[in-house]
């Protein structure tokens, strides 16, 4: 089954600091993959999106990884700010399925004052 | 522009009764997909409707059905509601399946907190 992991379930880090969040993915072969920010209560925004030939994409602050080899990811948050409290949700576009979407669960990040 | 509005926001049901979830997309956008989200399994996809006609659907019982209108405006039903059926109700639109899959203009809305109680 395809599956997509995503780790920690959660952190915590302080305003300021850097982190970064990963994102384990079996689907094969994938079409691209992104990174979603989901407020609480909130639909998901896209962050980045990044196809099978790419393995760096930035957006701000935001920057994400992929290693197709390896099928991994990871998204970095540079200069953490309070706003960036929310869930993060790496999703897989599976092209074998059509390009079925395939979810991780989500990482929540808490930044603290 | 306007983006993808869900309506109600929230919801509040008992056990055993039926409700229906509306989603309209974004102006001249005419694929829409429904999603639930729950915190124990993340997003899972429910459907997605193109001109009118459902081209995907997930692994969900019959109790979930949906519909899309001429004007790209869709509904979800879920009937005879169960306790398990609490969560985010997420709809997402795009111009076509394909801008959808390729990352490209493919927007969610806030959602529909439902509650079944």
């Known amino acids: 089954k395809n599956q997509v992991e995503q780790s920690p379930q959660s952190l915590i880090i302080l305003e300021g600091k850097n982190c970064t969040l990963q994102?384990?993915?079996?689907?094969?072969?994938?079409?691209?993959l992104r990174w979603y920010k989901q407020d609480t209560g909130r639909g998901p925004v896209s962050l980045t999106i990044?196809?099978?030939?790419?393995n760096t994409k930035s957006n701000g602050r935001y920057t994400a990884t992929l290693d197709a080899d390896t099928k991994q990811s990871s998204l970095h948050i540079t200069a953490s700010q309070l706003s960036d409290s929310a869930s993060y949700i790496c999703?897989?576009?599976?092209?074998?399925?059509?390009?079925?979407?395939?979810f991780g669960g989500g990482t929540r990040v808490l930044v603290k004052p | 522009k306007a983006g993808v509005t869900q309506t109600p926001r929230y919801l509040i049901k008992t056990r055993g009764q039926q409700v229906t979830l509306s989603c309209s997309p974004i102006?001249?956008?005419?694929?829409v997909s429904w999603y639930q989200q729950t915190p124990g399994q993340g997003l899972q996809f429910l459907f997605e409707?193109?001109?009118?006609?459902?081209?995907n659907k997930g692994n969900f019982p019959g109790r979930f059905s949906g519909r899309q209108f001429s004007n790209s405006r869709s509904e979800m039903n879920v009937s005879t509601l169960e306790l398990g059926d609490s969560a985010l109700y997420l709809c997402?639109?795009?111009?076509?399946?394909?801008?959808?899959?390729?990352?490209?203009?493919?927007?969610f809305g806030s959602g529909t907190r439902l509650t079944v109680v």
């Open positions: 997402a639109s795009s111009v076509n399946p394909g801008t959808a899959f390729r990352g490209y203009g493919y927007t």
């Open positions: 994102c384990n993915y079996t689907v094969s072969p994938f079409s691209n």
């Open positions: 990044m196809t099978f030939s790419e």
């Open positions: 999703v897989v576009s599976e092209e074998a399925a059509g390009n079925k979407l395939t």
């Open positions: 102006s001249g956008h005419r694929s």
């Open positions: 409707y193109f001109s009118e006609t459902q081209r």
